[in-house]
């Protein structure tokens, strides 16, 4: 299994532009969480799902944040629109549901001037 | 709620020593379980060791252990023969009901040659 791929690996964008990262979680992972990590408030949860349905979206910080799973083998984190403050990397990961460890991506570091 | 305290933010240890990663954590589950991440520079998430609560035995895998405190809700890491491989960023984080990690703030490890 190629564990989980998240694209892009690095984002440059404008303040006020719309960013899409993607994630594709490991084949068979039932849950799928998103983190963003940043050197003031370090991983912060923003959303998860499980078997595609989101479950608990309180860490989201603003209506201008969405995630989406359309499919078990694909999930969007979209913000809209973009703001410096956004400036982070952001992590998928998955894992079989339950109380097991995760699997990270590789992130990706989104930069909003 | 979960809460996950890490007090030191920088370790250093002389390579092929052992050094030991202290972090406390809060949760008022009886079920639950405790993780320590890796997070070289390249900035992938590793998953180093898994502890379930109900265990008394302490996890080991390889070079690495911990030294789980239940009624003190302590759990350290132990690195043994430290590499130079081993330099990275280290999460404590802790798993419960509610099925979402809350990591903490991390302490990062220097090895010396």
């Known amino acids: 299994d190629a564990g989980v791929i998240q694209s892009p690996r690095h984002e440059v964008t404008e303040m006020g532009q719309e960013v899409t990262l993607r994630c594709k979680p490991i084949?068979?992972?039932?849950?799928l969480f998103w983190y963003r990590q940043t050197m003031m408030r370090g991983l912060e949860l923003l959303i998860y799902f499980n078997n595609n349905v989101p479950i608990d979206d309180s860490g989201m910080p603003e209506d201008r944040f969405s995630a989406k799973m359309p499919n078990a083998s694909f999930s969007t984190l979209k913000i809209q629109p973009s703001e410096p403050r956004d400036s982070a990397v952001y992590f998928c990961?998955?894992?079989?549901?339950?109380?097991?460890?995760?699997?990270f991506g590789s992130g990706t570091r989104l930069t909003v001037v | 709620a979960q809460t996950v305290t890490q007090s030191q933010p920088e370790m250093s240890v002389q390579e092929a020593e052992t050094v030991t990663l202290s972090c406390t954590y809060d949760?008022?589950?009886?079920?639950?379980?405790l993780f320590w991440y890796k997070q070289p520079p390249s900035r992938q998430m590793i998953l180093v060791i898994r502890?379930?609560?109900?265990?008394?035995q302490n996890a080991t895998e390889n070079r690495f252990s911990v030294n789980f405190q239940k009624a003190a809700k302590s759990f350290s890491l132990k690195i043994s023969d430290s590499q130079l491989g081993d330099a990275a960023m280290y999460f404590c984080?802790?798993?419960?009901?509610?099925?979402?990690?809350?990591f903490g703030a991390g302490t990062r490890l220097f090895v010396k040659a």
């Open positions: 990961a998955s894992n079989p549901s339950g109380l097991y460890g995760y699997t």
């Open positions: 502890q379930e609560a109900y265990k008394q």
């Open positions: 984080a802790s798993l419960d009901r509610s099925f979402k990690t809350i």
């Open positions: 949760t008022s589950e009886s079920d639950y379980y």
């Open positions: 084949s068979g992972h039932n849950s």
